[in-house]
């Protein structure tokens, strides 16, 4: 298994983010996490990274304990794009792609073959590097945010909503070039999502959170023919003309 959460509980005060969650996130798959707002996706992308400490329970990479000491070398090997870009205004977009490559010492020539690369592959304006991110559409932002964590090739790809707050078309232009992107590379995807469609569309496997707890996992299929609980069911249904019609796309 490449990612593995064994007995995870987290809280924030007196509110409880993530609940004896434990998973195994296998290599090259595209798990999709999803669920009600507030019910704990968002944070276990944090705790995965190492962003925050889990109250109790082990985070295995690669079957090696995530600790303080080697934390910073498994963040060199994670690739993560924020709910809301994360871009700094000041910088274009090739200074911020290239940020961390500079930081960890990659030579200027590297980076510049790097950017290339993943403009080709993300299907990004080579014109539209030297603007700032106010000057790009919402797509754009968006594929600067993947371009960046990108770069330093890593070997997990962790999205916190990754196509949340974009038109519709830009976001369906979005989805099919990112399926393609991660089709290419066969990298462990973990993707966070309120929307089940999208789900569907990416997943290898659906992970449903309720309450910062696991309600079932499976395929789309397994959740409308197996529901585990009559949460599945009340949240699919809410749903289900979206997966009727992606499906007869």
Known sequence: MAITLKNIYKSFNSTIAVKDFSYNFKKSKITVLIGPSGCGKSSLLRLIVGLIKPDSGAIEINDRLLTDLNIQSFRKRIGYVIQDRGLFPHLTAKQNISLMAAYTGLSDYNILSKIEQLSHLTKFPSDGLQRFPAELSGG???????????????????????????????RYDLQKDLKEIFGELKKTVVMVTHDLYEAVFFADEIVLIKDGSIIQSGTIDDLIQSPADPFVTRFVNAQRSEIITSRDN
């Open 140 to 170: 754009q932002k968006q594929r600067v945010s993947l371009m960046r964590a990108l770069m330093l090739d890593a070997e997990f790809l962790l999205l916190d909503e990754p196509l949340g707050a974009l038109d519709p078309l830009i």
